[in-house]
């Protein structure tokens, strides 16, 4: 998604399993936009009126409205992206998360207050909504990470309107038929269809806005929301390195490493994209881990013949070409996978593992967004420590070793999610009321974490009333 692609009264989206265009769809127009704020902006009164209490218990009828509709939304979100297994992960985190941050939100919204320090005064905490949040998502896990911001900013009493990626837009008609079954989500929870233009356009009329996608584009968003002085929460790309320490029990880690670099067709933006292991174990692990991902097949022609989708943005698969001949081209080793395939119409990339790969390599230094799976040797800890934190990005990261050593390692990355004897593992934790929070470092994001009390308390502003509770003024006043 960019920030300038032309407004159109309709679009088409590309099915990836057979690269066929759709139907057209009709987009947002743009000068619609200021009434549906407007709309969501009258509606988030009443929304905020009726307390956390009444918000969770609407917000579970609705969920009992998507467990009753899981088939349908599964059937669309894997039109939009040519996954099955990933897409009943989809329709299934709806339910899972409203019950998880429903649980948080009174904890994490309850007033607080008492005593202050000067004993004349006492203190109160309120909090105040953001009144319209406005979500721009991306295409990779399209009707998750829709509502990935926005069911905790609905618990905290925000009117949310969301714009998804014009690459994915199947999910949110059966989404909008969910919503429309629910009478008090009417204004207070609405989607839009649209290219960059419409996102961009958003951001000129919301509270506040939360962007997942590109680092390039998280840059423009939150350069707007910057000058228009508004709340701004963005997650943006990754290019997270797992470690493996001598003492590693490397069926765990090969397992573990090949999984968290190619679930979604390592469409994700913490999948594991660079490989560090102790030179000794190098060898052994390259054969392992080169031996486990010929094992995993492309899910064609039917979604159920392997694990492996499609590319979903046909792009992505010129940025995927071009780190491969790079790498070639500098001197790596392609030891499966390697090449951009076509079939049936889509484009595909099988699990791809490199040796004799070095940091002068794109691949390991820019996000590919595929299933590839360089790897490095290191000959100490402080050097794979340092190896780990040569990225501008600090999404995630995986360690492996026995566990003392690895918490250790563990605790020098920069990073806001760390794995240790896994990988992919902080995803689940989405909502979790029993996690800490993570934020991401450097370019990979900035704005609050999405666990914990903090995922809801982004979505509030906080206001402290100072009593006098005596008779007399404090003692610095003028004597007029």
């Known amino acids: 998604m960019t920030l300038t692609a032309p407004q159109t009264d309709a679009f088409r989206a590309r099915n990836p399993r057979d690269g066929q265009p759709s139907a057209p769809i009709p987009a947002t127009p743009l000068d619609q936009l200021e009434d549906i704020v407007a709309r969501a902006r009258a509606a988030q009164k009443a929304w905020a009126a009726r307390g956390v209490e009444g918000r969770i218990a609407v917000l579970a009828r609705w969920r009992d409205v998507i467990e009753a509709m899981q088939d349908s939304l599964i059937e669309a979100v894997s039109q939009d992206t ?41 203190c109160a905490s309120e909090t105040a909504a953001i009144p319209v949040l406005g979500v721009i998502s991306p295409w990779n896990f399209p009707m998750s990470l829709s509502l990935m911001d926005a069911i905790p900013a609905l618990l905290a009493g925000c009117a949310v309107i ?11 008609a059966p989404l909008e038929r969910s919503i429309a079954r629910i009478p008090e989500l009417q204004g207070v929870l609405t989607y839009i269809r649209g290219a960059g233009d419409l996102g961009a356009a958003l951001i000129e009329h919301v509270d506040g806005i939360c962007f997942t996608g590109s680092t390039a584009t998280g840059r423009k968003v939150a350069a707007r929301a910057g000058a228009r ?30 999984t968290g670099a190619t679930l979604g067709t390592g469409q994700q933006c913490y999948s594991i994209e660079r490989i560090y292991v102790a030179r000794p174990l190098h060898d052994a692990f390259l054969a392992l881990l080169t031996e486990k991902a010929r094992k995993l097949k492309l899910a064609f022609p039917q979604p159920t013949d392997g694990q492996i989708g499609p590319l979903i943005f046909a792009p992505q698969a010129q940025i995927i070409a071009a780190h491969l001949q790079d790498a070639r081209d ?78 250790a390692v563990a605790r020098q990355l920069n990073a806001g999610g760390i794995n240790v004897n896994d990988a992919g593992a902080t995803p689940f934790f989405i909502g979790d009321p029993s996690v800490t929070p993570k934020e991401p470092f450097g370019a990979s994001g900035l704005g609050g974490s999405r666990t914990g009390p903090d995922s809801i308390l982004r979505f509030v502003r906080h206001k402290m009333i100072v009593t006098n509770v005596t008779n007399e003024l404090s003692a610095w006043w003028y004597d007029v």
């Open 229 to 258: 002085l508004i709340p701004c929460f963005v997650e943006l790309g990754g290019k997270d390195p797992a470690i493996v320490l001598e003492g590693a029990d490397l069926e765990r880690a090969a397992r573990a490493i090949v």
């Open 82 to 122: 040519g996954r099955l297994l990933e897409s009943r992960r989809e329709a299934a985190n709806i339910g899972k998360w409203i019950d998880r941050w429903s649980a948080i939100a009174p904890k994490a919204l309850a007033p607080r207050g008492g005593q202050t320090s000067i004993p004349s005064f006492t």
């Open 162 to 172: 969301i714009k998804p990626s014009e690459v994915t837009p199947h999910f949110i």
């Open 330 to 407: 500098k001197g790596a080793v392609v030891h499966c996978g390697g090449e951009i395939e076509q079939h049936g119409g889509g484009l595909w990339v099988a699990p791809t593992v490199l040796s004799q790969v070095t940091h002068a390599m794109d691949v390991m230094r820019d996000e590919t967004f595929g299933p590839l799976m360089p790897v490095m040797a290191f000959d100490s800890e402080d050097e794979a420590v340092r190896l780990a934190n040569e990225s501008s990005y600090g999404l995630s990261a995986a360690v492996f070793g026995p566990q003392e050593r690895a918490m």
